[in-house]
């Protein structure tokens, strides 16, 4: 399974961002797709995930409410948008694909994009 990632670009707070995950390859093993960040001297953080039906999703505490996930499986294609962002949500962002049926940390997640960077500005 190959991801590719895009969307990122530079926003002022308060902004909206719309993040895109194409994936292709042997996409039937998968069984969710999630987004993950990692921001300039931290480590790599969960950020929301989907499963494969779009019907359960997840997100980390500090997007809840402002980031949605959410997948057209005839494309492929999972997204992000993200509203009301803030300087803080700068990262890069990676998506990545999970085989497993059971969302866990970062070690579940089986395939990953190259990353897209969204950069906050106050």
């Known amino acids: 399974v190959q991801l590719q990632a895009s969307g990122g670009g530079l926003v002022q707070a308060g902004g909206s961002l719309r993040l895109s995950c194409a994936a292709s390859?042997?996409?039937?093993?998968?069984?969710?797709m999630g987004w993950f960040r990692q921001a300039p001297g931290k480590e790599r953080e969960f950020v929301a995930d989907t499963s494969r039906d779009g019907i359960t999703t997840y997100y980390a505490d500090s997007v809840k409410g402002r980031f949605t996930i959410s997948s057209n499986n005839a494309k492929n294609t999972v997204y992000l948008q993200m509203n009301r962002l803030r300087p803080e949500d700068t990262a890069v962002y990676y998506c990545?694909?999970?085989?497993?049926?059971?969302?866990?940390?970062?070690?579940?997640?089986?395939?990953w994009g190259q990353g897209t960077l969204v950069t906050v500005s106050s």
């Open positions: 390859g042997s996409t039937f093993s998968t069984n969710g």
């Open positions: 990545a694909a999970r085989t497993s049926f059971v969302r866990g940390g970062a070690r579940s997640y089986t395939y």
